[in-house]
T-cell receptor, first 115, second 109 residues
């Protein structure tokens, strides 16, 4: 596609429910990243994929968070038993290859609100 | 641990001024540095990418410099316009992007 696409753009869920956030990277991009931006906070790294493998998942805040990538393309970030502190904008990004010399492009984000 | 700092946190200027936004990082072992802008409620738009071996990069009215040894980068915006109003973020690339907290810029007519 022309850019990184994320869905849904907005999600409101009740505390305790599970949610799935989807990311379609730019076609041909092998690297994919998930970040979280809480209100008034900076961007927090969650996980990085190279192909279908996740060499760095050090930013996932708890075992309620998981992510997968299939076919070297679409990725899904799943949050189980959501809590109010999970409310944030979840941003996905992709780049043509592994670091170091590649530009990273971001999607528009999914705004998650846990009520 | 890599830390990225941006100064100033906020800036409000009249249209037409030339601006300098600053970014500093604590660990010079980076692959590259990328500048982004973020409009309210939107994702990030890539502005410039500077490789670790480069000193500067230009795109239109934007010029970014990198001094890796001193851990500094600047983004220069020439002849600012109201449409430049946004939050500007710098990020250093190790094996992932590590972001500063941004400079919120307002350019008024």
């Amino acid at each position: 596609g022309a850019g990184v696409s994320q869905s849904p753009s907005n999600k409101v869920t009740e505390k305790g429910k599970d949610v799935e956030l989807r990311c379609d990277p730019i076609s041909g991009h092998t690297a994919l990243y998930w970040y979280r931006q809480s209100l008034g906070q900076g961007l927090e790294f969650l996980i990085y994929f190279q192909g279908n493998s996740a060499p760095d998942k050090s930013g996932l805040p708890s075992d309620r968070f998981s992510a997968e990538r299939t076919g070297g393309s679409v990725s899904t970030l799943t949050i189980q038993r959501t809590q109010q502190e999970d409310s944030a904008v979840y941003l996905c990004a992709s780049s043509l290859g592994a670091p170091p010399n590649t530009e990273v492009f971001f999607g528009q984000g999914t705004r998650l609100t846990v009520v | 641990k890599q830390e990225v700092t941006q100064i100033p946190a906020a800036l409000s200027v009249p249209e037409g001024e030339n601006l300098v936004l600053n970014c500093s990082f604590t660990d010079s072992a980076i692959y590259n540095l990328q500048w982004f802008r973020q409009d309210p409620g939107k994702g990030l738009t890539s502005l410039l990418l500077i490789q670790s071996s480069q000193r500067e990069q230009t795109s239109g009215r934007l010029n970014a410099s990198l001094d890796k040894s001193s851990g500094r980068s600047t983004l220069y915006i020439a002849a600012s316009q109201p449409g430049d109003s946004a939050t500007y973020l710098c990020a250093v690339n190790t094996d992932k992007l590590i972001f500063g907290t941004g400079t919120r810029l307002q350019v008024f007519p």
